[in-house]
């Protein structure tokens, strides 16, 4: 697929295409969220859902096609990882910048303390919603790994990723 032929529609549907395979990719992750880090990993995968422009999962997918590459599950894969990467990087920029705010919606940790909240948890909700923003990410970015170490590719190829 070369995105660039058509202009911004394969711009478009690339995009589409990373954010149809992160939706099916969050959906089945959410069925193995152990309950006591549901609200972590839900808010983290709320971050990942809103979207963005996706450039790097795009650039990803063309890179690998413009080196000759064509399939096309590998392809997505590699911009579901740069995604979850992404979306990883942002919580923690979020936490470190004092954001309130991310895509148009609360920040993770955010999410995680109006959680909290509702839940009538007692104690320093702030840091509590803080530090689970950060294990959810830090397990986000442990899944991407190993979405990047399933990609059917060989041994070398993977290592190299």
Not at 42 to 51: D, K, S
Not at 52 to 79: E, N, P
Not at 92 to 121: F, V
Request: glycine share 8%; with cysteine; charged share 25%.
């Amino acid at each position: 697929m070369n995105i660039y032929a058509n202009g911004l529609s394969d711009l478009r549907s690339a995009k589409a295409q990373i954010d149809r395979d992160l939706e099916q990719f969050v959906a089945n992750w959410r069925l193995d969220f152990d309950p006591g880090s549901k609200d972590g990993l839900e808010a983290y995968c709320q971050i990942v859902l809103r979207g963005g422009k996706r450039l790097r999962g795009v650039l990803a997918m063309q890179s690998y096609y413009a080196h000759g590459g064509s399939d096309s599950v590998i392809a997505l894969g590699v911009a579901r990882v740069l995604e979850l990467v992404q979306a990883y990087l942002l919580v923690l920029d979020d936490i470190a910048d004092r954001s309130d705010l991310r895509r148009g919606g609360p920040s993770a940790h955010r999410l995680i303390q109006t959680l909290a909240t509702e839940k009538a948890m007692r104690g320093d909700l702030e840091h509590y919603s803080e530090a689970q923003a950060m294990n959810a990410a830090q397990c986000a970015i442990h899944k991407a790994a190993l979405e990047l170490l399933t990609l059917p590719v060989d041994d070398v190829t993977a290592r190299r990723a």
